[in-house]
């Protein structure tokens, strides 16, 4: 941490257990930013705290210490069993619980607890059987953790702290329930710790925080600001087809040494890692569908430099701590105001300085305006010179189509050009309108069915189809 963006607040001067405080010494923390310092003296003397400050400011540490605090001060349940977690931290993305997991290895790295994850995609026996054999504090994400509740793998009677990270996000991943169903399960709220922590906090989030926790103190830092102060933003109205080129324009003419460039789908994330290929920049795509160990594994080489570039949905925007972030590209600006703030939030983390660079096109630019409202000020415009609009060379590969057409006639018959019609519909010589020819047997004469009366004669002339016959004068 750099010291522009800190309190006078020593975390030291907090009271914290030796063992914690060693932890914290471990993590290189010395003084509180403003959440940590407005929010720990509370919670360490066992009040519940709903706290939002942006992303990057240290929410995570200011849970994690109150927690770390509560179980060491506080004796565990006599009668409590070893699979019967003290704390529990819900997060609503498998990364945000790996990155909380990781910090709470660092900060309560001498205090002597069991601490153990639990998330999809991956690990699922091994992650049980860990439980199983004993845990102080359970981080994980709901889906996970209800399925281990409902097999009895843990209980939450011992239940002392309760921490729910980016609640926010639990409601937009459509979580609320799978959260409720865990609150109406802990024990009530005067015997427990409770704390809500956020970037954003909703009129439904603080509904829920007035329902399951005990009075929980208000905390807001700089509210009225969404956007991080250190953040440069920029916008570029740019058509459709400037929008690869002046990506790439702005990759080349600025020092980006990490960047992350936002999309807002898959198909369009891997057709901007392949012409971001072709032009000599190394990157790699990071979507929801990717499996848990791989997106594992590109974070992790991000993370340590082996390609400059990110390429990512919104699966990156949220609770992802990636140090030296220089730039974020919103290279389709978000739908959802409260996601522009998200990914922007991924650079000028911890008091450095960052980049957030947006391109606004015809297909989504209505978005700017609920943006601008919702962070309160007008993004800066600049102008896209002829420099940034540079020559691209095309990818080896054909990507993917940015944009596919749904409609399934114009599916089909596109689908049969590119097969060069080998699977188009062929009509039938046997039939009329393309009705399939009869088998052997139903050719063949049936000697029991009476004989078919012999066809007379048409008494009009047939008219040739495409002709017209002239009409016989009538005599008389």
Not at 183 to 197: A, G
Not at 225 to 251: D, F, I, S, W
Request: charged letters at 25%; aromatic letters at 6%.
């Amino acid at each position: 941490m750099t010291d522009t963006h800190l309190t006078p607040q020593a975390f030291s001067g907090l009271g914290l257990p030796e063992p914690l405080l060693a932890g914290v010494v471990k993590a290189g923390f010395t003084y509180c930013t403003p959440i940590q310092a407005a929010t720990l003296p509370k919670a360490l003397a066992g009040h519940d705290v709903a706290g939002q400050a942006q992303t990057g400011t240290g929410k995570t540490a200011a849970f994690l210490l109150a927690v770390f605090n509560r179980l060491l001060t506080v004796p565990a349940l006599a009668t409590r069993r070893p699979n019967q977690p003290r704390a529990l931290i819900l997060a609503p993305t498998r990364e945000l619980a790996i990155q909380i997991h990781k910090d709470a290895l660092v900060l309560g790295g001498e205090c002597a607890q069991s601490i153990q994850l639990a998330y999809g995609g991956t690990g699922y026996e091994s992650q049980r059987k860990a439980i199983e054999e004993g845990v102080d504090i359970l981080i994980g994400t709901p889906g996970r953790l209800i399925d281990y509740f409902k097999q009895h793998v843990f209980d939450l009677h011992a239940l002392e702290a309760m921490v729910l990270d980016e609640a926010d996000r639990m409601f937009d991943l459509g979580f609320i329930k799978d959260i409720r169903y865990l609150l109406h399960r802990m024990p009530p709220v005067d015997k427990r710790l409770s704390l809500l922590f956020s970037a954003t906090l909703s009129y439904r989030v603080m509904e829920l925080a007035y329902e399951h926790m005990n009075n929980p103190e208000l905390v807001r830092i700089e509210a009225e600001k969404m956007t991080a102060e250190r953040v440069r933003e920029r916008l570029y109205h740019v058509g459709q087809e400037e929008k690869l080129p002046v990506l790439v324009g702005l990759l080349r003419a600025e020092q980006v040494s990490r960047a992350l460039v936002f999309t807002n789908t898959k198909h369009v994330a891997e057709r901007v890692q392949g012409w971001l290929a072709a032009n000599d920049f190394e990157a790699a795509v990071l979507s929801g569908d990717v499996p848990q160990q791989k997106r594992q594994s590109l974070l992790a080489d991000f993370q340590g430099g082996r390609f400059p570039v990110l390429v990512a949905t919104d699966v990156a925007a949220r609770g992802l701590h990636v140090p030296d972030v220089s730039h974020v590209f919103n290279y389709d600006l978000p739908q959802d105001a409260e996601d522009y703030v998200h990914r922007i939030g991924r650079t000028a983390r911890a008091g450095a300085a960052g980049e957030a660079v947006s391109l606004a096109c015809d297909e989504y630019a209505f978005s700017l305006m609920d943006i601008e409202a919702y962070i309160g000020h007008k993004i800066p415009v600049a102008r896209v010179t002829d420099d940034l609009i540079v020559t691209l060379k095309r990818p080896a590969h054909r990507p993917p189509r940015e944009h596919v057409t749904h409609h399934p006639r114009a599916r089909g018959d596109a689908a049969a050009r590119d097969r060069g019609h080998r699977h188009a519909p062929k009509r039938s010589h046997e039939g009329a309108r393309g009705t399939p020819p009869a088998d052997a047997s139903s050719r063949a004469p049936n000697p029991a069915a009476p004989p078919r009366p012999a066809a007379t004669p048409p008494t009009q002339p047939v008219r040739p189809r495409g002709r017209k016959v002239p009409e016989k004068p009538v005599l008389g």
